[in-house]
């Protein structure tokens, strides 16, 4: 005979808890200038600021890396005091590289974060 004092739903297992184990993460989408910036960064390593506008005609740098780090990218950044840029000397550039790993899963409400950017 089957135990029939069990309380709860006895046909059920236990619930499982919101473990990174129980999630199945991918990469956002990501696309525009936020792909060309991490392409970038995986192709060239570290880069300043100024080689995202000048090279890749990114004016917002700033703003595209913002929206990666929210979407999960896991980007470094690092600010130079001064960095020579065609000639002259530039003050409080940021240079941006990508971490290991690249792209770390965000939970908000339990939920893996991402999606398009």
Excluded: C
């Amino acid at each position: 005979m089957k135990n029939q004092n069990k309380k709860g739903r006895p046909n059920e297992g236990s619930p499982k808890q919101n473990t990174p184990d129980n999630y199945t993460f991918n990469h956002p989408i990501v696309t525009g200038q936020a792909a060309e910036v991490i392409e970038y960064l995986r192709k060239h390593g570290p880069t300043e600021s100024f080689t995202f506008t000048a090279e890749l005609a990114v004016p917002e740098v700033a703003a595209r890396i913002h929206e990666l780090k929210r979407a999960g990218w896991n980007i470094n950044t690092v600010i130079l005091d001064e960095y020579r840029f065609r000639g002259r000397i530039r003050r409080r550039v940021a240079r941006y590289s990508l971490g290991v790993p690249e792209w770390i899963p965000l939970h908000v409400g339990g939920e893996a974060r991402g999606g398009l950017i």
